[in-house]
Nanobody, 122 residues
Framework: QVQLMESGGGLVQAGGSMRLSCAAS????????MGWYRQAPGKQRELVAV???????NYTDSVKGRFTISRDNAENTVYLHMNSLKPEDTAVYYC????????????????WGQGTQVTVSS
């Protein structure tokens, strides 16, 4: 089965940096879009950043200029490099991939990572 494994979360002081990683494993034919979502306490889950198979990126306004999403296609991995972190960035971060499993015919499925806690202290 396809599985997404996240790593890199933890505690960081405001103004610091942190890099999140998410690697897909399993019976994968191809990976299309990759993205990061987050859910802060008491708030709805929101899209943070996305990157397409062609390398195009997009970010929510609150993280533009501070976060960078990138991907390593050979390792089926997406990264979220977070700079100038703020307390309001505190949330559980989830990676999200659109994946075509082996044996499927041009069908992409949406997979979620388990979530990793990012806590930014003031």
């Amino acid at each position: 089965q396809v599985q997404l494994m996240e790593s890199g979360g933890g505690l960081v002081q405001a103004g610091g940096s942190m890099r999140l990683s998410c690697a897909a494993s399993g019976s994968i034919f191809s990976i299309n879009g990759m993205g990061w979502y987050r859910q802060a306490p008491g708030k709805q889950r929101e899209l943070v950043a996305v990157i397409t198979s062609g390398g195009n990126t997009n970010y929510t306004d609150s993280v533009k200029g501070r976060f960078t999403i990138s991907r390593d296609n050979a390792e089926n991995t997406v990264y979220l490099h977070m700079n100038s972190l703020k307390p309001e960035d505190t949330a559980v971060y989830y990676c999200n991939f659109w994946i075509r499993p082996r044996g499927e015919q041009k069908v992409n499925y949406n997979f979620w990572g388990q979530g990793t806690q990012v806590t930014v202290s003031s």
